[in-house]
């Protein structure tokens, strides 16, 4: 309520009037037009012309009619929820005068209460008095938005289907556009049939989510397919360079819809009001050519090279060009290999117009189809897996000097942007018929282990989305999509927790070398934003729905786990995006621990330490031999990880509704004092969980623990341990609970902590036990040099 935005709604009413107001003058415009035009006109053909002109004018009317209606109902809308929001913020006022502090939880006496004067309302009446009120404005919006749902279903009903596109329509735009000249009106036309044929916004934002679409006319899949096969790759890059020089907006527009038309030919779950639907085998031939290109492919046959050097540089883009030429000699080397080995240099033409290609289709906004997404992603693998191998003598680039930077990542870019395709791929199940892991782990693999020039960022895009999808989802009620992003959670997991995937990601190239962290940091990165919501399943302590509990590991092992937390803890920014996760899911479990009467949150809890400090530590030994260089890594990394990015919990409460019942994160995540005791650094190696030393761990599991239950009941009843609590500084002048900052020793804030805990019937010293039990199946409280990774 605080934050209401009192001109939202208003603003929206002014728009959609706006709206109608056009509609309005185009009617109008083109009624005294043609009635202008028509003066002279008469016979058969003239009274049809004036009958099918006043139908359009009354069907016009209509649809204005109910925009305007929309409009008024919106104002209405506005003008009843001010009014209410009006009369909760007032009783959230009277109580605020009264003494009393306001929040989401309720209402509670402030630092400087007196009481309440006779006959004046107390806490709960001002609470109750706040929520009468808080739900008559939802029952306003609820009524409202009724009205307004039934009026825009009126608007679509009087709404005529959009006219079916001619068969020639198609060969006369592209014909009109590659003429040599594109005049406005030319634009005109081409960019309102691309937007007839192509999707709005809302739709897009449909396809995105992976719903089925049917807002397309009917022709517009011929349109496009006949468009695009007209142009060709060539022709529509030719085209869309034209479009940028111009730099209008309108054909900046057209330039938008044509890139967008190409993915939308390509989804198969773009269709027409006839069924007819997208698809791979739409696509133009060559289009579909770039994509399968393989060193020595059929798709390569049929190219020539320039038989002079002008001609070939003329071929090449300017960053190819412009490195070419920084080295003498270097140009015509390649010209004359090229002219030598004609297949390589067909391939290496194909990689580089595929690049153009495909950056340039990536401009849009569109969503490709299933079956172009993995087969680009295939293709991205291909073209890594030669680049990797060029040294070798067997390749195109060891026969031809040229280096095409960011070919396979402008794929991906494409690819990613439909997780259903991200989803095949980390399933191995690329074409939706074949068994499980068949191809997985040969297509990562190659993805994974390839030195990005962009650090593996445009890889990640394959596994940076489940945590959000799955908070998304779940404010949508969309339960398939939830389900998709944890089967791809759980698939990404097993591969990166498979030994002999694990130890290829610990030495990229080869023993003793760079690990994923270093040669790849934005592809750990990503790892650490897909799994982040998924911590429970690591951590086991979530085994309902695809992640079944033992669909990962064997029972009563942690190797998995641990691997894919050593991973993380290769990277900087990845072990802290994990770190600040299992802070918010570490409350969580201090939570499930108070409510009772289940153990569970303890151990839950501990194991999740342990992973975090076996993953660190695991990091460290297999990047150093010497102990003292493992030790100053892990104390560093400890506090990369636990420096606590706040931003990532907040995100991680709104998005998994596993977090949503916590109470907030009260400490101030920015202060030194507090950070260095929530994140112990073990300056001493010595004085470690590995050693059974768990006392740095005491005082903020014990004040997680009186956090979530002064949360949960209300600061303790006995009123000597709220005297301790303010005298420790853990209780402030408002009530509210916080860490102190004036540092006291851990073990009166533990002490204390554990004192005020009993008064809730919560024993901390159990709490303890579990913890410390859970901790050890994970990391055994030594310090083997041998121990289990």
């Known amino acids: 309520m605080r934050q209401w935005t009192w001109s939202a709604l208003s603003e929206q009413a002014t728009s959609t009037e706006s709206v109608a107001t056009r509609l309005e003058d185009a009617r109008d415009s083109i009624h005294a037009a043609t009635n202008d035009l028509w003066s002279a006109w008469t016979g058969i053909a003239a009274d049809a012309a004036a009958d099918h002109l006043d139908r359009e004018r009354k069907s016009d009317t209509t649809i204005s009619y109910e925009i305007r209606e929309i409009a008024s109902a919106t104002r209405r809308a506005d003008e009843d929820l001010a009014h209410a929001a009006r009369v909760a913020l007032d009783r959230i006022a009277a109580a605020e005068r009264a003494g009393f502090i306001v929040g989401d939880g309720g209402v509670t006496a402030g630092p400087d209460f007196t009481g309440v004067y006779e006959g004046e309302p107390d806490a709960a009446a001002h609470w109750g008095m706040i929520q009468d009120a808080l739900r008559v404005i939802g029952e306003v919006d609820d009524d409202h938005a009724r009205r307004i749902a039934g009026i825009v279903s009126n608007l679509i009903d009087v709404t005529p289907s959009p006219a079916a596109f001619s068969p020639d329509e198609a060969a006369h735009d592209w014909a009109m556009l590659n003429d040599g000249t594109v005049t406005s009106e030319d634009l005109a036309r081409f960019t309102t049939n691309l937007a007839a044929?192509?999707?709005?916004?809302?739709?897009?934002?449909?396809?995105?989510?992976?719903?089925?679409?049917t807002a397309l006319p009917a022709g517009a899949f011929d349109y496009l397919e006949n468009l695009y096969g007209e142009a060709g790759a060539t022709g529509v890059m030719e085209l869309q360079q034209q479009l940028l020089a111009d730099g209008s907006t309108s054909a900046l527009d057209a330039r938008d819809s044509l890139a967008n038309g190409i993915l939308a030919l390509s989804n198969e779950n773009v269709r027409d009001i006839n069924d007819e639907r997208g698809g791979w085998d739409r696509l133009p031939q060559d289009v579909r050519d770039l994509v399968e290109a393989r060193p020595g492919s059929a798709q390569l046959d049929g190219y020539q090279v320039p038989p002079t050097l002008s001609a070939f540089m003329d071929t090449l883009p300017p960053d190819i060009r412009s490195e070419l030429e920084s080295e003498p000699g270097a140009a015509a080397t390649a010209h004359r290999n090229a002219l030598s080995n004609p297949a390589d240099a067909a391939y290496i033409d194909s990689v580089i117009r595929g690049r153009e290609f495909w950056e340039f289709v990536g401009t849009g906004t569109g969503t490709p189809g299933v079956e172009l997404g993995t087969k680009l992603v295939e293709s991205a693998a291909s073209q890594v897996s030669v680049l990797d191998a060029t040294g070798s003598g067997n390749t195109p680039y060891d026969t031809i000097p040229i280096a095409v930077g960011h070919a396979s990542e402008s794929m991906l870019d494409v690819a990613t942007s439909n997780h259903d395709v991200s989803a095949r791929v980390l399933a191995g199940d690329l074409h939706g018929d074949s068994p499980k892991n068949i191809q997985r782990d040969d297509i990562l693999t190659r993805l994974f282990t390839h030195t990005w020039d962009d650090g593996g960022e445009s890889?990640?895009?394959?596994?940076?989305?489940?945590?959000?999808?799955?908070?998304?989802?779940?404010?949508?009620?969309?339960?398939?999509?939830?389900?998709?992003?944890?089967?791809?959670?759980?698939?990404?997991?097993?591969?990166?927790?498979?030994?002999?995937?694990?130890?290829?990601?610990?030495?990229?190239?080869?023993?003793?070398?760079?690990?994923?962290?270093?040669?790849?940091?934005?592809?750990?990165?990503?790892?650490?934003?897909?799994?982040?919501?998924?911590?429970?399943?690591?951590?086991?302590?979530?085994?309902?729905?695809?992640?079944?509990?033992?669909?990962?590991?064997?029972?009563?092992?942690?190797?998995?786990?641990?691997?894919?937390?050593?991973?993380?803890?290769?990277?900087?920014?990845?072990s802290a995006t994990f770190g600040s996760a299992a802070t918010a899911f570490g409350r969580y479990y201090a939570d499930d621990f108070v409510e009772g009467p289940s153990y569970l949150g303890a151990s839950n809890a501990g194991r999740l330490q342990a992973l975090l400090d076996t993953g660190i530590y695991n990091a460290g030994r297999e990047m150093f031999d010497d102990q003292a260089r493992i030790d100053e890594f892990v104390q560093q990394r400890r506090e990369d990880t636990f420096n606590t990015n706040y931003t990532v919990i907040r995100n991680l409460v709104a998005l998994d509704p596993r977090l949503s019942g916590t109470v907030g994160l009260l400490m101030d995540v920015n202060s030194t004092s507090i950070r260095d005791t929530f994140v112990p650094a073990f300056e001493d190696p010595e004085a470690t969980p590995f050693t059974g030393d768990f006392s740095r761990y005491s005082a903020p599991n014990a004040y997680n623990l009186l956090e979530n239950a002064v949360g949960r009941y209300g600061l303790p009843s006995d009123e000597r341990v709220v005297v301790e609590l303010r005298r420790l500084d853990l209780l402030g002048p408002d009530g509210t609970l916080r860490y102190p900052a004036s540092d006291p020793p851990l073990d009166a804030v533990t002490g204390l902590a554990d004192k005020a805990l009993e008064t809730y019937g919560i024993d901390f010293s159990t709490f303890r036990e579990y913890y410390i039990d859970a901790y050890g199946s994970v990391a055994p409280t030594n310090r083997e040099p041998n121990a289990p990774r």
């Open 197 to 213: 044929a192509g999707l709005d916004p809302q739709s897009l934002e449909e396809l995105s989510t992976g719903k089925v679409v």
């Open 459 to 574: 890889a990640g895009r394959l596994t940076n989305w489940m945590t959000h999808e799955m908070g998304d989802a779940h404010a949508a009620g969309d339960t398939a999509r939830v389900d998709r992003a944890e089967r791809a959670a759980l698939h990404l997991s097993q591969y990166l927790a498979h030994e002999d995937n694990f130890d290829r990601l610990m030495d990229v190239h080869g023993e003793n070398t760079s690990n994923i962290g270093e040669v790849n940091p934005g592809l750990v990165r990503a790892f650490a934003d897909g799994l982040q919501g998924y911590i429970p399943e690591l951590v086991r302590a979530d085994g309902v729905g695809e992640w079944e509990e033992n669909s990962l590991e064997s029972p009563n092992t942690n190797a998995a786990a641990r691997r894919i937390f050593t991973l993380m803890a290769t990277d900087q920014e990845s």
